[in-house]
């Protein structure tokens, strides 16, 4: 059942489905729905799920956003049925469970492939590639007609999946006040601005942002840009991320390609504050390259380059290890296809109220059996060492 939910989640939050029919009742219910298919539409510019009932004699609809089409379609699965196909751009499953809650699940090649992925892909962009974006054209990603500059379409492009991931989220922050973000380590701020220009211009949202980074000359730049713009409530601040103090309440920490341990650093200052939602996509990690070490994982040690990504997939299952203790639901997503970058994966996280036991232990058995000492659970202090 876990590799059917993990499939759905993984389906919807990458945006791969096309449809999801949920068949055959469990429980035999003359007057409660006999079907359900799910598809996405786009509202607004943003990626909903639609949610068709089926009754006997009639049929509803819902439109969730994807984190909350994919806990309603799991619990669905989970309670109410013994069928379930899933149409991908990738491949068809079909996923039959038992009485017992065991399922069979089948894959064939996809039957949706003649979609047009180059329409479907730029209805689904939050940014439009003929649209002179002032903030885009200011930054050199487009020209003043709106066409995207050949050598920054992966910029384009990474932006838009990143807007993607928060628009998914939107659900999980409040709308009745001035949402507070911050962009940790935010650089150029190519980020900044679009998340700027999405949640105040494209949702008509009250925004305070606020970018941090190490560059002051960058800092500069970013400030008087944000003036020229007239973009009210962003503004940058020069500082390090593990010394940033003057907040007692962020509801959004983004981070994108803060490097090795700004990461880290950024992560508990996000746990500290609360934050609502953590959308971090790491960088280069070094940290625990030296420290990585178990007899029987020789052969991946023996390789730089393999114990470089081996380190750094440890060092992100520590970061959602630790995020889990300290009370958050996490999800590992991709962020961008491989051949852009290397540095693909987006820790998304989610405040929620508890934490599981299960959690502790599974991290302290995984950092000794490392035998690692990892700098996010310095940087955590007492609020995690409480609970080890
Ligand atoms: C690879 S750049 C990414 C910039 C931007 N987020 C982007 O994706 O375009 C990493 C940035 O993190 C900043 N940085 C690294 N460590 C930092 C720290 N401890 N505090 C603040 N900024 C930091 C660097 O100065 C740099 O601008």
């Not at 049929?59 to 089409?69: D, F, Q, T």
């Not at 962009?183 to 998340?195: H, I, P, R, V």
């Not at 983004?254 to 200052?269: E, N, Q, R, S």
């Not at 790491?282 to 990585?292: A, D, K, S």
């Amino acid at each position: 059942m876990e590799k059917l939910l993990q499939l759905i989640g993984e389906s919807i939050s990458q945006h791969k489905v096309r449809q999801i029919i949920l068949s055959k009742v469990r429980k035999k219910d003359e007057e409660a729905f006999q079907k359900v298919i799910i598809k996405p539409v786009n509202i607004k510019g943003q990626v909903m799920y639609q949610f068709c009932y089926q009754y006997p004699k009639k049929v509803s609809h819902i439109n969730l956003e994807g984190l909350k089409a994919i806990d309603a379609c799991a619990e669905l699965v989970q309670d109410y049925f013994r069928q379930v196909n899933i149409f991908t751009t990738e491949a068809d499953y079909q996923g039959m469970i038992s009485k017992k809650g065991k399922v069979h699940l089948q894959k064939k090649p996809p039957t949706c492939q003649e979609i047009d992925t180059a329409h479907n892909r730029t209805k689904h962009y939050l940014l439009s590639e003929d649209t002179p974006y002032d903030f885009l054209v200011k930054l050199g990603v487009m020209n003043k007609e709106g066409k995207v500059l050949a050598q920054r379409y992966d910029k384009f492009k990474q932006l838009n999946r990143f807007l993607e991931m928060v628009a998914d989220c939107m659900a999980y922050l409040p709308k009745d006040r001035t949402l507070h973000i911050i962009d940790f380590g935010c650089g150029k701020s190519y980020l900044t601005f679009a998340l700027y220009h999405y949640l105040v211009k494209q949702q008509g949202l009250a925004v305070k942002i606020t970018g941090l980074d190490l560059k002051k000359d960058v800092i500069q730049f970013c400030n008087k840009m944000a003036r020229e713009l007239s973009y009210e409530g962003l503004t940058f601040i020069h500082g390090d991320i593990q010394d940033f103090e003057g907040e007692d309440k962020v509801d959004m920490v983004v981070t994108l390609h803060a490097c090795d341990t700004a990461t880290d650093a950024a992560l508990a200052k996000a746990v500290g504050w609360e934050a609502k939602v953590i959308l971090s996509v790491p960088c280069c990690q070094h940290e625990l390259l030296t420290q990585v070490h178990h007899p029987i994982m020789k052969p991946m040690e023996k390789h730089g380059i393999i114990k470089e990504k081996l380190s750094s997939l440890i060092t992100d299952s520590v970061r959602g290890n630790i995020l889990e203790i300290m009370g958050y639901s996490v999800q590992m997503l991709e962020f961008i296809d491989m051949e852009h970058t290397p540095k693909n994966i987006l820790i998304r996280a989610f405040k929620k109220d508890n934490y599981s036991q299960e959690a502790v232990k599974t991290y302290k058995a995984f950092k000794d059996f490392w035998s690692i000492e990892p700098y996010l659970e310095k940087a955590m202090g007492e609020a995690l060492a409480s609970r080890l």
